[in-house]
């Protein structure tokens, strides 16, 4: 089982969102994996909010990239009939 990182928090931030730790959290699975999550967590990604630190130009922004992977484990969770809503 994995607790969605953005599940205990009120709104998007770098800690929680970093593209890493939601990896690590499924990356740690070998054969199926659980993802619970709270109630709202789509909201929290309906639009990307603004990087707190914008990148240098040809620099990749983390931030961003963190709310995309988050954004689009949902979006893959829900197409492939794999979510139970709350």
Known sequence: ???HPLSSIPEFNPFYGDLG???V???RHRHAAIVVGRRG?????DDPPLSP???WPGQRDR??????????LLTYLDR????VPA
């Open 1 to 3: 089982m994995l607790w």
């Open 21 to 23: 730790r939601l990896c």
């Open 25 to 27: 959290g499924m990356s």
């Open 41 to 45: 967590l789509r909201r929290l990604l």
């Open 53 to 55: 630190e914008a990148p």
């Open 63 to 72: 931030f961003l990239a963190g709310w995309l992977a988050h954004a689009e």
């Open 80 to 83: 492939n009939g794999a979510t």
